[in-house]
C-alpha cells in the first residue's frame, strides 16, 4: 500500500475554521492562523484512476511551519472509500491543528522548502453521512479523527492523513 505525502509531524493548537463552497468550487476549508508567512505549499492530489476528472484536493501549508492553513476540494472525487473505511462518527476525536512533515518539499539546510507543490494520485473517496462529509484522499485506515473546529483529518496508524473530514453541520449547501 502507497502512503500519501501528508503525514503528521505535531498536533498544536486548534484555529478557528470557515468552510464555503459554491456551484464551482465544492469546498473550501480555511483555518485561520494568527500569522502567515510566503506562499503557501501544496499538496495536490488526484484520483489515481482517473485523474482530474476523477477528483482533485488541495491540501494547503504554511510554508515555514508546515501548519495546515487550508483545503480546497477543486473537483469533488466520485468513488465510495473502500474496504475497511470507518466512519467519521466512529472515529475517537482529538481537539487540535495538524503540523506535517515538510520533507517533500525538498528544504534546503536552513529548512526551507525548495519546492511549492508536490503532485501526487491517490485513490480518492467521498461520504456523507448525517453527521460529516468525508474527503479520503489515502488507502490506510483511518483510526481517529483530529479536529479543529467542524473540520479536520482523520488519521491513520503511522500519523498519515487519510481525509478531510467536515461536520455536516458547517456546510451552508447540500452539495454532498
Known amino acids: 500500500m502507497r502512503s500519501t505525502v501528508v503525514k503528521i509531524e505535531e498536533i498544536g493548537d486548534a484555529r478557528t475554521v470557515a468552510v464555503t463552497g459554491d456551484e464551482y468550487v ?3 476549508v480555511t483555518w485561520i ?8 505549499l501544496l499538496a495536490s492530489i488526484e484520483d489515481r484512476a482517473e ?9 494547503k ?7 495546515i492553513a487550508g483545503v480546497v476540494v477543486a ?10 473505511f470507518v466512519r467519521p462518527s466512529e472515529l475517537p476525536t482529538v481537539v487540535g491543528g ?24 491517490a485513490p480518492l473517496s467521498v461520504f456523507a453521512d448525517e453527521d460529516y462529509v468525508y474527503f479520503g484522499f489515502s488507502e490506510s485506515v ?20 487519510t481525509g478531510l473530514v467536515v461536520e455536516r453541520d458547517a456546510l451552508s449547501f447540500d452539495e454532498f
Open 75 to 84: 473537483n469533488t472525487p466520485k468513488a465510495s472509500p473502500g474496504d475497511g
Open 51 to 59: 485523474g482530474y476528472g476523477g477528483g482533485q484536493i488541495t491540501v
Open 142 to 161: 483511518p483510526v481517529k479523527k483530529v479536529m479543529a473546529g467542524a473540520a479536520g483529518f482523520a488519521v491513520g496508524l503511522d500519523g498519515e492523513l
Open 98 to 121: 495538524i503540523r506535517v512533515d515538510r520533507s517533500p518539499w525538498d528544504l534546503n539546510p536552513d529548512l526551507v522548502a525548495q519546492r511549492e507543490v508536490v503532485g501526487e494520485s
Open 33 to 40: 492562523a494568527p500569522e502567515s508567512v510566503g506562499v503557501s
Open 26 to 28: 465544492p469546498l473550501t
Open 61 to 67: 501549508l504554511e510554508p515555514l511551519t508546515g501548519e
